[in-house]
Structures are given as structure tokens and as C-alpha cells.
């Protein structure tokens, strides 16, 4: 047996895999709550926690979420938006991130101070004057409302200009003597250096945008542009205390979410290592 197998654990290192052990429980029960119910009959669900782990199971409840609503429409609303707002968004922030990290312009600090003072304010705060500009435009209740309001988020700013700052400036010198303006510079030397930020940055805004639900329900009356999270209460009824037909469909809307911490948690880690870095 290699040494460091027989090695006992110190009781530090003890507790460090209780604490860890402890938190992926808490994490995982909500999520096999939530999937045994879905699996439950309609109206079978009770309340002693130990019978609700117990037969019968059933898929009839998956069938009737799709016979009775545009699911599929909904989930596919849902993917294009969340796809096309981290596309959009990370190109805009990095070039803005670009121009403040690597150009000098006046009262750049200034600009930097004010993209970063949007950090501290909630979106709830702002949500009463953004639909009023949405409905000046005259975008309200279309794809235009869901995907422009998210193209100015400042977090993705402030976390690849940190990032930018660290490339050397040799490389932008090198780069202007090889005859590269600006946005050739940007498109072959800083983009394909920021793979990693990016693709964490990516993820957050697919995961955040695939979750709201505020901004959507206020934006959008057209049941046809719906996305999952506001056509999710299109199945809990205050008159129906039965429980099974919404966790069958917050089940369904959580497969994604899944399968993107499942592929791609490395990613996730480093993006939770860039937002840590100091500026």
C-alpha cells in the first residue's frame, strides 16, 4: 500500500469532508424532492416525508405538461435567449473592457468609476425606468425586450478589463508594428487570450439569463414568446393545492442547469476565481 494511503486523515481534513459531505447533501435533496414529486400521481402527494419516497411513480405528469402547454415553444424561447444574450453581451463588454484597459481617452477613470457604480445598484431598482424606455422603443412583447436590457451589464466589464490589464503592453506595441489596428488587436491577441474569462462569463449569463424571470414577465404578454420561468406558473393554480404538475415542470426546466454544472463546473470555478481577483 503506497504511504500516503496509509496515512491517517488529521482532524482538520476530518471536518473538511464532513462540512463538504454536509453541504452537497443539503444541496442535493431539494433536487431529488423535487424529482420524486414530479414523479408522484396528481393528487397522491402527502405529506409524511418517508411515503413520498415510495411507489407508485408515474411519467404522466411529464405528458400532460407537454399536451396542455407550448412547452417545447417555451424551451426554445429560453435557449435562443440565452444564447444570444452571452454572445452579444461578452463581445460588448470586452471591447468596452478593451478600450478602457489598453486606449487612453479622457476621463477614462471616470467612465471605468461610472460602469462600475452600476455594480451597486439591483435590478429591481432600475426596473420601472427600463420598461419605460423599452416602451418608447416600442420593443416591449418581443424578442428585442428580452435580449437588449441584458447587453449592458457592467460585471463582465469590470472582470475582463481586470483581465486585460495583466496582458503586457508589449504585446499591443508588437502588435501596432506589425501594422494591426485596434480591432484586429482585439480580434487576434486579446479575444483568444480571454478563452477561460469568457467562457466563464459565459456560462453565468447563460445560467442567469435561463433564470429570470422578472424582467420577462413584465416585458412580455404574447403567450407564443414566453420563456420557461414565466410560463412556469402557468401550472400552480390557487384553487389546487396539489403540488405535482409545478415540480414536474421545475423539473423539466432544471435540466439544463444540470447538465451545464455537470459539463462545464470546471469553468464555473474560474469564473468564481476571476470575480475574486483584485483589480
Known amino acids: 500500500m503506497p ?14 469532508y464532513i462540512v463538504a459531505f454536509s453541504l452537497a447533501i443539503i444541496c442535493i435533496v431539494p433536487i431529488l424532492w423535487m424529482v420524486v414529486t414530479s414523479l408522484k400521481p396528481e393528487g397522491s402527494v402527502i405529506g409524511e416525508i418517508g411515503r413520498r419516497f415510495l411507489p407508485p411513480f408515474t411519467f404522466e405528469n411529464y405528458q400532460y405538461i ?27 463588454a470586452s471591447l468596452a473592457a478593451y478600450a478602457l484597459s489598453k486606449i487612453n481617452f479622457s476621463y477614462k477613470k471616470i467612465v471605468f468609476w461610472v460602469i462600475l457604480s452600476g455594480m451597486m445598484l439591483p435590478g429591481e431598482a432600475t426596473i420601472v425606468s427600463l420598461y419605460m424606455v423599452a ?9 428585442y425586450a428580452l435580449i437588449l436590457p ?17 496582458i503586457p503592453n508589449e504585446l499591443v506595441d508588437a502588435a501596432k508594428i506589425d ?6 488587436t482585439w480580434w487576434n491577441i486579446f479575444l483568444p487570450l480571454s478563452k477561460p474569462v469568457m467562457a466563464a462569463l459565459f456560462i453565468f449569463s447563460f445560467l442567469g439569463t435561463w433564470n429570470d424571470f422578472l424582467w420577462p414577465f413584465l416585458s412580455i404578454q404574447t403567450e407564443e414568446l414566453y420563456t420557461l420561468p414565466i410560463g412556469i406558473p402557468f401550472f400552480m393554480s390557487s384553487y389546487n393545492q396539489d403540488e405535482t404538475l409545478p415540480m414536474t415542470v421545475n423539473a ?11 459539463f462545464f463546473q470546471k ?7 476571476f470575480t475574486g481577483i483584485k483589480g
Not at 504511504?3 to 473538511?16: D, F, G, I, T, W
Not at 399536451?67 to 463581445?91: D, G, Y
Not at 475582463?160 to 495583466?166: L, S, T, V, W
Not at 469553468?267 to 476565481?273: E, H, L
Open 3 to 16: 504511504e500516503h494511503a496509509s496515512r491517517k486523515l488529521s482532524l482538520p481534513v476530518l471536518l473538511l
Open 252 to 262: 423539466y426546466a432544471s435540466v439544463p442547469i444540470i447538465i451545464v454544472f455537470i
Open 135 to 143: 416602451n418608447g422603443l416600442d420593443i416591449l412583447d418581443s424578442y
Open 179 to 184: 501594422g494591426c489596428g485596434l480591432f484586429k
Open 150 to 166: 441584458a447587453l449592458a451589464g457592467p460585471l463582465g466589464v469590470v472582470i475582463i478589463r481586470q483581465f486585460y490589464d495583466g
Open 66 to 92: 407537454f399536451e396542455s402547454a407550448p412547452i417545447v415553444r417555451w424551451t426554445m424561447n429560453s435557449l435562443f435567449v440565452s444564447m444570444v444574450v452571452p454572445i452579444l453581451s461578452l463581445i460588448n
Open 267 to 273: 469553468y464555473i470555478v474560474k469564473g468564481i476565481t
